[in-house]
């Protein structure tokens, strides 16, 4: 049977990769074998999945590279989750960075970068020579998972590679036309962009990000609407504001925030509800952090994290946001977006600009901007194929 090798880091981009993988192997025509970087392991693993780690691959060979990665762990300064895979992963990618760059640079790149200094192509060449896969199937982080392509483009293997979101930063690589055999896409303006940046159309495919598949299975959608049956929304306009968290400071550019905007920004929605007697505002709290103080009014309901997100976008009509990838998700659940402009952070989400956004505004264009799109009707599902089944039916191409 032949075997395609799936690469991924852990959080969105493991979440990415799992549903193609189990599809893949339901389908018996090839084997999938998921080396899962750092936290992607657990998560790899409780899908029922061949896990592969850094660890696997080191030899007696490797004592003076992974007595490195003990060192390096050490400056880590937390707690880590596979003792024996920090040392591998660090103690490889630091050990390629020497060879390729030599002693001295490699640990002044290390010191100004930290990880992100890291390309291990040599471990990724070793790696790949032992599983020998048919095919490379990686998302689009910039260390090992790119790694991971330049590795395959050197010993021949055809490779695909699954763009999470916009690219902005990855076009540096992704973009060059010999990076990978064949990119998938969010939608279509992800799509020229990358052909803009000197990618061939046939090298790009609009397949929708699998990560997000969950979002609109009809048993989610049914829940969605027994939410609005059981709080009373029947005719009601419900607006989601998911809270976020705006720095003094960018944190790598140093360039300065605005921590009152997201107060600002719901104050301005607190108010326009207060005039718009058929709307309900829902404020979503995130994970381990409390939930803003708000008047007493049967209109503004706190949603915290014991609320399942999927039922309650398909139980949304607008979500407003500052650049939470809340708001992503409820576009691609079907509801109107309306993006607040001001944050540190635009650049990182540009929502409109890539077709997701329905409008994207200033904190002081909040209420025309809702006045425009509380009445407009949820946006139409017709997609009958899931990303994940786009995404397999590219990696069948190369099987």
Known sequence: MKRVLFVAYGSGHINMVV???????AKGKAAPVVLALTTAAPVARAAGLDVRQFKDFATDADSAALAQGQQLMQGLGRPMVDLQETVAYLGLSMADLIACAGLQEAERAYRQFGRQAFLPVPTMLRILRQVAPDLVVCTNSPRAERAAVLAARQLGIPSICMVDLFALDEVKWIGAPDYADLV????????EFLVAAGRAPEQVVVTGNPAFDALNGPEVQAQGQHMRLVQGWGGRRVILW???????????????????????ALDSALEWVRVRTDTTLCLRARAGESPPVVPSDSRIV???????????????????TLNSTVGLEGHMAGCRLVQVLGSVFDDAMPLARYGIADAAVPVDSIEQALDR???????????????????????????
Do not use: Y
Not at 184 to 191: G, H, I, P
Not at 253 to 258: E, F, S
Not at 302 to 320: E, N
């Open 184 to 191: 998938c896409v969010l939608n279509d303006s992800v799509r």
């Open 242 to 264: 998911p809270t976020q968290v705006e720095p003094t400071q960018h944190p790598f550019d140093g360039r300065p925030g605005d921590p009152t905007l997201p107060a600002r």
């Open 373 to 399: 799109w509380i009445d407009a009707p949820r946006r139409a599902m017709h997609e009958k194929t899931t990303a994940t089944q786009k995404v397999l039916a590219m990696v069948d191409r190369f099987l």
């Open 19 to 25: 549903p193609v993988a189990k599809a893949l192997a």
């Open 302 to 320: 706190l949603t915290g994290q014991d609320w399942p997100l999927a039922p309650l976008l398909h139980a949304t009509d607008l979500v407003l």
